[in-house]
């Protein structure tokens, strides 16, 4: 299995898209995963052109996060103009976060059925398009520890997991297990390092959080061959930071 390198524009979203497309290509990454807004994006025919005359693909289209609250309703049509807009451009992966943690902790099972209701629902409207959403989870969110990350996932079957594995590491238990313990699951992955549940990050090397060659090797293992990402912590300036994670990588055999 190969595994496909992008970059998230997390740190400079909204910031010279062109300009940093271009400097992830030459530095080695072969796409990217969207922060920004659509109306920052602007049109399918726009965003391709950028990305072709930059050389690099779309990994994935993000999105808000999914509600409970009193915004549900609106926030889950925001999702599905994303997934619309992500099948509009050819990009086949929609991911986005859930709602913040409730007063109940853990969370109840009713809390985790009502979230994954919500994310089969866009799973659904996303398989009718061809792209596939992935839960991305976070710390403080509605999952925060191993016990609920393995009660949640069981309630997902069409939608799928963004393997993020900072968050892991934070929960306390091995991300390269992780992998093997969902390997059906998995969509797509995050690579952070150096970060809080505060949600301050480094680039890959500040820490590190885990064996990163190892956790690379693990999804090759199980059979990923999709799209991994690194997310910068937006701590160094954005093009030194897009050069030492892409060297992270290749120092780890990537």
């Given amino acids: 299995m190969t595994l496909h390198l992008a970059y998230s524009s997390l740190p400079w979203k909204g910031q010279n898209l062109e300009h940093n497309?271009?400097?992830?290509?030459?530095?080695?990454?072969?796409?990217w995963e969207t922060r920004e807004?659509?109306?920052?994006?602007?049109?399918?025919?726009?965003?391709?052109?950028?990305?072709?005359?930059?050389?690099?693909?779309?990994?994935a289209v993000s999105g808000p996060n999914v509600s409970v609250g009193g915004d549900a309703a609106a926030a889950q049509e925001r999702c599905k103009r994303r997934i619309e807009f992500a099948a509009d451009c050819g990009v086949g992966l929609f991911?986005?976060?859930?709602?913040?943690?409730?007063?109940?902790?853990?969370?109840?099972?009713?809390?985790l059925d009502q979230v994954a209701a919500i994310y089969e629902d866009l799973a659904a409207h996303g398989d009718r398009i061809g792209v596939r959403v992935a839960w991305h989870p976070h710390v403080n969110h509605f999952v925060d520890s191993e016990q609920e990350w393995k009660r949640f996932l069981n309630r997902l079957q069409l939608c799928g997991l963004c393997l993020d594995m900072a968050h892991v590491v934070l929960w306390g238990f091995e991300p390269a297990q992780a992998a093997r313990d969902h390997a059906g699951q998995i969509a797509y992955a995050h690579?952070?390092?150096?970060?809080?549940?505060?949600?301050?990050?480094?680039?890959?090397?500040?820490?590190?959080?885990?064996?990163?060659?190892?956790?690379?090797?693990?999804?090759?293992?199980?059979?990923?061959?999709?799209?991994?990402?690194?997310?910068?912590?937006?701590?160094?300036?954005?093009?030194e930071s897009m050069k030492i994670n892409r060297a992270y990588l290749r120092s780890v055999g990537y």
């Fill in 21 to 31: 497309l271009g400097k992830l290509a030459e530095n080695g990454w072969e796409g």
């Fill in 191 to 239: 690579l952070h390092d150096d970060l809080t549940r505060q949600n301050t990050a480094g680039d890959l090397g500040d820490g590190p959080m885990c064996d990163y060659g190892l956790f690379l090797r693990t999804l090759e293992e199980v059979g990923f061959d999709g799209w991994v990402v690194a997310v910068s912590g937006g701590t160094r300036d954005s093009v």
């Fill in 37 to 59: 807004s659509l109306d920052d994006l602007g049109t399918p025919t726009r965003l391709l052109r950028v990305c072709a005359d930059a050389g690099v693909e779309i990994a």
């Fill in 95 to 111: 991911m986005t976060k859930g709602p913040a943690h409730g007063p109940t902790s853990p969370s109840t099972d009713a809390d």
